[in-house]
């Protein structure tokens, strides 16, 4: 018999398919998986109820035309430059493959979101990760750590804000010393902001702002309208590449199912001139502070989101495997992010975009069964 590729190693069942598959094997309360409790919007319900049956064929690889439109006058840039994809996951593999190669490294920051380093290995690159600081203060960027880690090789930067695991949204001061080390080094940015309208504080600033020729933004619609199983994503590229990015996009899936990006396209307007992402943040802060509050009185250390529904928390005696089993309150692993640094001590990642009966729920379970 043949034998499979050694690639085929790089990825085993992913940390949060994992936890998901745990939770529901021990009936645990799931904080683990950053998918909402809550149905997606009903303006967004009744757009892709009406889609199907009008938009059911192939649409552009490049994506359904109202869609990139939509996209466009949404983040501020022309639709021409917008790619659509099947989920940010496969935005960011395209990119991977788009943007570096064997020979290539790709920096980006530690704790770091599961799939970056094996894409940036499926693409044949290397990647390098910078460890962000946990200290009393919290979590911080040291951008002298970063600047140390540019090599002649570096050929891309990938950053997350708001990020994930942490809830840090990087500071526009930051944000342009990145980008001064891009310009000065001539490497590319992905830029992914999936979260961006989720945060609790100063509005992030977006990377495109402040390098548009050489900035990759990646999107998701499942994240901002609650719908993660839609895999609506997208990559707003810089001036005049979408159409080099889109060739690679459609050697995956050819186009993303088009019933619902005609409905992420009517939703769009919806949820601006609705206010949708308003009560999305004021809810998610209220939640955020009850679990925060819970966690505080058990005895944890927990770290303020300022973005994403995620917030990481330590606690001595918390272990992410046996929790689920014991406590019945399934939550991931800070190991999950960590693959050259070492894990800060008892580290754990919550989701708080779970109902306020499952955050309860979960609280009381780790005070009776710690
Ligand atoms: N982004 C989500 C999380 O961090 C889920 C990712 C996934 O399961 N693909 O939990």
């Not at 790089?10 to 909402?36: H, T």
């Not at 199912?257 to 004021?282: I, S, T």
């Not at 918390?318 to 050259?340: D, M, R």
Request: with cysteine; proline share 8%; aromatic share 8%.
């Amino acid at each position: 018999m043949p034998e499979l590729l050694p690639r085929t190693q790089l990825s085993q069942e992913s940390v949060f398919a994992r936890m998901s598959r745990l939770a529901a094997q021990y009936s645990a309360v799931n904080l683990g998986q950053g998918f909402p409790s809550d149905a997606p919007p009903a303006f967004l319900q009744d757009a892709a109820r009406h889609a199907i049956g009008r938009f059911d064929q192939y649409s552009p690889p490049a994506g359904l035309p109202a869609l990139r439109t939509a996209l466009g006058t949404d983040l501020g840039v022309n639709g021409q430059d917008i790619v659509v994809t099947t989920g940010a996951t496969e935005a960011l593999n395209v990119l991977a493959l788009s943007l570096y190669g064997p020979g290539d490294e790709v920096l980006m920051l530690e704790p770091v979101f599961d799939v970056y380093i094996p894409q940036a290995r499926l693409a044949g690159a290397d990647p390098v990760t910078v460890p962000m600081r946990l200290d009393d203060a919290g979590w911080a960027f040291d951008f002298e750590t970063l600047e140390r880690a540019v090599t002649p090789r570096t050929r891309a930067l990938l950053i997350n804000t708001p990020f994930n695991p942490t809830g840090t949204v990087f500071s526009r001061e930051e944000l342009l010393q990145v980008v001064a080390l891009a310009r000065q080094h001539d490497f590319w940015l992905i830029s992914d902001e999936v979260y961006d309208e989720l945060y609790y504080g100063e509005k992030p600033t977006s990377l495109r702002t402040l390098a548009p020729e050489r900035t990759f933004t990646v999107g998701s619609a499942g994240k901002r309208l609650e719908a993660t199983g839609w895999r609506v994503g997208w990559i707003a590229c810089p001036p005049g590449l979408s159409g080099n990015i889109a060739g690679i996009r459609q050697q995956g899936s050819f186009c993303s199912p088009v019933p619902l990006q005609a409905a992420v396209a009517a939703a769009l307007p919806v949820a601006r001139a609705e206010g949708f992402y308003e009560g999305l943040r004021q809810e998610y802060g209220e939640r955020q502070q009850l679990l925060t509050g819970g966690l505080k009185e058990l005895g944890a250390t927990v770290q303020e989101a300022r973005g994403t529904y995620f917030l990481t928390a330590q606690h001595p005696a918390w272990e992410a495997e046996k929790l689920v089993e014991t406590s019945g309150v399934a939550v991931i692993p800070g190991s999950a992010f960590y693959a050259a640094h070492p894990v800060p001590a008892g580290l754990l990642r919550f989701a708080f975009c779970k109902s306020r009966e499952q955050i309860g729920q979960a609280l009381e379970q780790l005070r009776q069964r710690p």
